[in-house]
T-cell receptor
């Protein structure tokens, strides 16, 4: 089944404790991206990647890192999480970087205390 | 910078009614316009994708239109059902990102 998977789905952590949210797609998509969704602010892009080893900042990259060593994986790294990073996170992928349908993962709900 | 607006923020209709959800965007230089459905606490499910060269797309009871010149897209839902209750998001596809509207929360009452 074609899909985007994220892990973990739910995470509660403490300020400053490094964490990684994994994202994987099995559709051989070139383009992958990370979004966060907050009440009243909608979905905002954090980082995106147009292909392996090619990543760039979205609208809200501060406090986040990403890597794209393999085509299928695009992990989101929070080196020192803070409470303002409490949010619902989505990974997405599409065949190419423009004009293509985007497929979303199920989301990761992160709480930083 | 592209801005996407969805009005109304919430809509409640009785079952069986036909309805239209609106989406407007400020920059007509888009690659596509995509409509999503999101159930509470869940991910986004793609409903329809309209390429910039297209005027509309249909899937079952759903029909989405795109008018780039006026910066508008509409999602038409025919014969609404309680199972259609969800938040509907539109997103404009640019060169390297998507810009999302805040969504319309739809409630279909039995």
């Amino acid at each position: 089944e074609a899909q985007v998977t994220q892990n973990p789905r739910y995470l509660i952590t403490v300020t400053g404790k490094k964490l990684t949210v994994t994202c994987s797609q099995n559709m051989n998509h070139e383009y992958m991206s990370w979004y966060r969704q907050d009440p009243g602010l909608g979905l905002r892009q954090i980082y995106y990647s147009m292909n392996v080893e090619v990543t760039d900042k979205g609208d809200v990259p501060e406090g986040y890192k990403v890597s794209r060593k393999e085509k299928r994986n695009f992990p989101l790294i929070l080196e020192s999480p803070s409470p303002n990073q409490t949010s619902l996170y989505f990974c997405a992928s599409s065949l190419a970087w423009a004009g293509r349908e985007q497929y979303f993962g199920p989301g990761t709900r992160l709480t930083v205390t | 910078k592209q801005e996407v607006t969805q009005i109304p923020a919430a809509l409640s209709v009785p079952e069986g009614e036909n309805l239209v959800l609106n989406c407007s965007f400020t920059d007509s230089a888009i690659y596509n316009l995509q409509w999503f459905r999101q159930d509470p606490g869940k991910g986004l499910t793609s409903l329809l994708l309209i390429q910039s060269s297209q005027r509309e797309q249909t899937s079952g009871r759903l029909n989405a239109s795109l008018d780039k010149s006026s910066g508008r897209s509409t999602l038409y839902i025919a014969a609404s059902q309680p199972g259609d209750s969800a938040t509907y998001l539109c997103a404009s596809g640019g060169g390297n990102d998507m810009r999302f509207g805040a969504g319309t929360r739809l409630t279909v009452k039995p």
